[in-house]
């Protein structure tokens, strides 16, 4: 039986260890964490369970190939309750507001009872909703193995998806922003997504919630986590937490294994790098063996970001009249790092009852932190005091936000935790903190690389920074495709 290892276990290298086990490999899988899942990830402070990653868990519309992988490894399961989301997120500002529904019909009427005058973008906005409704993850084998027949089967994807990206060629979501003459619909267009990305990712992710491909699994990320390492060890695989390892032991052009920070060195026939790629090719393995499709996006900081948040998560005693999800608005402002932040906005967890204390709200409030900002974030970080003091000073600051919005919360909230880009780095080894992949500028192709490096054949990478701007579907499917290479070079089915 082949043996490989898998450096970090995140969702990415979970789901290549499952795949494997399945598929007749024998692996390990070590973790600098004391807790498997990485970025999908949430914890405890003072009882009060915070969630740190699910958002809207995309692609996962029942039937789906997608939604079948989540089963697979255990993300979802049978007799899970699901969070049906009703809306994207809700806008108040202006003097106005919007809320994008799930039904998009109606977040149409409403657009357009609020600004007839921007009738001819509402309309090409909703084309491209409806087309971008057709994306899924392929997720068969690697996209750079698939032929034209491969392409075939994907219906509507293959017609539909190139549409909408075509539509907004060029177009930032701040272009789109400025297309609209509403200042409420210009404001709200804003708030996911940072300025620079794509407009065609916040129609994408928009389209997510309308196909109810979005929707959020009870209990968590931490709870998803916890599943998809016990289906890993229930399928014979070894998990090792608390055991970073150091680097990947290369001899001539074969890696003979991996090297732990304790010194213990472990032989493998097969590695799987699903750690941040900054990581891997700075740490693990000489920095000339990054792919040259990686390389780009690292040497070209113009046109491809990484971003970060800063989060605070609160708990009120009583009950507030946000709805259960996300609401953005205008405030007075909030002033971070000289920046004035005019629009901010909460995620209040009241959807999932079984993670919020009977008579309590859970909220949550995060930020965009840029590359000026994050590098401010880095330049305190050695500075224990410095960096606690300015957590707290923009946390006690959003916490008044809250109270004005919702006059009822005024003495009921209590600050539960801060964290920051620095986080990220600290805990994944996060490249700059951040927590997705690259974000291609509008001027520019996305990042695709396949997960294979050419001058080691018994190494494959894995993990979000391969695919698209990351998330939990191009992390997952990333898995998958490294363990589909290693089966493949075996000649055994990948199951
Ligand atoms: C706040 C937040 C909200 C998000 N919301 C969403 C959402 O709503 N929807 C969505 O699709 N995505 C969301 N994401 C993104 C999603 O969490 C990530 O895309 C995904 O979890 C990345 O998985 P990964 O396996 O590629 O990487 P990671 O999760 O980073 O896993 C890598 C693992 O490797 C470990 N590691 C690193 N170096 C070493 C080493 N030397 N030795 C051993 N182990 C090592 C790390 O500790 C980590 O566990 C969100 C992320 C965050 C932070």
Known sequence: MKKVIIVGAGISGMTAGIILQNSGFETEIYEKNPVAGGELTGWKRDGVYIDNCIDYLMCSKK????????????????????YSKDYFFKYEGHGGEITFWRDKERTKREMLELSPEDKDVIEKFFENVTRAESMIMP??????????????????????????????????VK???????SPVLRSAVLMTHPENTQ????IMSYAMCTSGSGDIPEGGSLAAATRIANKYKAAGGKLHLNAPVKNVKIEGK???????EDGTEVKADYVICASDANHTFTKLLPSEYMPKKLQKPFGDKEHFSVFSKFHAAFLVDGKTNFIPDTTFWESNGLTVWDKEIKDVGVICYDYDPTITPEGKTILQMKIFQYTDDVDKWFAIADDKEAYEAKKAEIAEA???IIEEKCPETKGKITILDTWSPV???KRFNAYRGAYMGFVADKDTKTVTTPGVIKKLKNVFLAGQWLMGSGGLPPATAQGKYAAWRICKKEGVECK
Do not use: C
Not at 141 to 158: S, V
């Open 63 to 82: 039937g789906s190939d997608m939604n079948g992988l989540w089963h697979e490894i255990g993300m979802l399961e049978e007799g899970l309750n699901m």
């Open 139 to 172: 997720i068969d084998k690697p996209m750079d193995k698939m032929g034209p027949r491969d392409f075939m089967k994907l219906g509507d994807f293959a017609k539909n998806v190139p549409a909408a990206q075509k539509a907004y060629k060029g177009v930032s």
């Open 175 to 181: 272009d789109l922003s400025e297309s609209f003459k």
């Open 199 to 202: 407009a065609y990712s916040f």
């Open 254 to 260: 074969l890696a003979s294994g991996v090297v732990l």
């Open 398 to 400: 959003m916490m008044h």
């Open 423 to 425: 986080t990220y780095a």
